[in-house]
C-alpha cells in the first residue's frame, strides 16, 4: 500500500517549490558570491605567500583584486540579504491573505470547532514563521549543496587530493544539517503545539478570571500556568540544543578537513618544495 502524505507536508512541498521558483536571484547572488569568495581567497593565498617566502608573485596585483573582490562581495551580500528580505515580506503578504480569506469564508461556524487562540496563532505566529523558510531556508537549501561543490571543484582546479578530502567532507554537510533539520522540526512542532495550549489556557483564565476568583483557584490556577510557561521554557532551549549540536557538527567536519589538507601538504613542504605554498594556503583557506 502505498503510504499518502499529510496534507501539510503537501502543502510544505508546495511551498518550496514555489519558492525556490521565486528565489532564483537570491540563489543567483549566493553563487556568485561564492565564485567571488574563491577569488578572493586565491588572492588572500597568494599575498601570504608572498610574506611567508618572497618571490616573483605580483604583490600589487593581488592586493588590488583582493581589495576589488571584497566590494563585489559585499556588494552581492547586501543584494542577497534585500532580496531574502523581499521574499519573506510577499510570502507573508501572501500566506497571511491567503488564511484570511479562507477564515472569513469559513464564517462564525470555524469558532465552534476551533479556539479563537489557535487561530491567531495561526494567523500570526505560524505566517511569521513562513518568514525564515522563503527568506532564508530556501535560497540556503540551494546554496548549501551548490557552495561546497563549488569549493570543492576549485581546491580540485588546485590539488586533487585537496579536492578529494574538500568533497568528502562536504558531502556529508547536507547529511548532518537534514539530520539536525529533522530533529528541529519535530521540536519545533512540538513547541508550537505548547504554545497553543498555553495561549488558549491563558485566554481561557482570563476570560473567566472572575469565577476563578470568586471559587478561591486563583493560586492553583496561576501555578498551572506557570507550568506550562516552564514546558514551553524546556521545548525551546531542546531547540537550541540542537540547532548547536549542528552547528559543532560543521565544526568537527571543517576541522577533518583542515587536518586533512595539512597532512597532504606538510611532507612536500617540509622537504623544500616552497613552490606549493601558494598552492597550500589556498586549500587551506577555502576551508
Request: aromatic residues 4%; glycine residues 10%; hydrophobic residues 55%.
Amino acid at each position: 500500500m502505498v503510504r499518502q502524505s499529510s496534507p501539510a507536508k503537501q502543502w510544505i512541498g508546495q511551498e518550496i517549490r514555489l519558492g525556490g521558483r521565486r528565489a532564483r536571484l537570491a540563489i543567483g547572488l549566493g553563487i556568485a558570491s561564492t565564485i567571488i569568495a574563491i577569488g578572493q581567497i586565491a588572492c588572500a593565498a597568494g599575498l601570504l605567500a608572498a610574506a611567508i617566502a618572497p618571490g616573483h608573485l605580483p604583490t600589487a596585483l593581488l592586493g588590488l583584486g583582493f581589495i576589488t573582490a571584497a566590494l563585489l562581495r559585499a556588494g552581492l551580500i547586501i543584494g542577497q540579504e534585500h532580496e531574502a528580505s523581499r521574499l519573506g515580506i510577499a510570502a507573508r503578504r501572501r500566506l497571511r491573505s491567503d488564511t484570511l480569506g479562507r477564515l472569513m469564508s469559513a464564517g462564525p461556524g470555524l469558532l465552534r470547532r476551533r479556539h479563537s487562540a489557535e487561530l491567531s496563532i495561526i494567523v500570526v505566529d505560524r505566517v511569521e514563521a513562513m518568514n525564515g523558510l522563503h527568506g532564508r531556508w530556501i535560497p540556503a537549501a540551494r546554496l548549501a549543496a551548490i557552495g561546497p561543490a563549488l569549493v570543492a571543484l576549485a581546491a580540485a582546479t588546485a590539488d586533487w587530493r585537496s579536492g578529494l578530502i574538500l568533497a568528502a567532507t562536504g558531502i556529508l554537510v547536507p547529511v548532518f544539517m537534514a539530520v539536525t533539520g529533522i530533529g528541529t522540526g519535530v521540536a519545533a512542532r512540538r513547541q508550537f503545539t505548547a504554545m497553543a495550549r498555553l495561549q488558549t489556557r491563558f485566554l481561557d483564565r482570563v476570560r473567566g478570571i472572575a469565577t476563578i476568583v470568586l471559587a478561591g483557584r486563583a493560586e492553583a490556577e496561576a501555578a498551572s500556568l506557570g507550568r506550562a510557561a516552564d514546558e514551553l521554557r524546556h521545548r525551546t532551549m531542546r531547540i537550541l540544543r540542537i540547532a548547536f549540536l549542528n552547528a559543532t557538527a560543521l565544526d568537527l567536519l571543517a576541522a577533518a578537513a583542515l587536518v586533512g589538507i595539512a597532512i597532504r601538504f606538510a611532507g612536500p613542504l617540509l622537504a623544500g618544495q616552497a613552490a606549493l605554498a601558494p598552492t597550500a594556503l589556498f586549500c587551506v583557506l577555502l576551508v
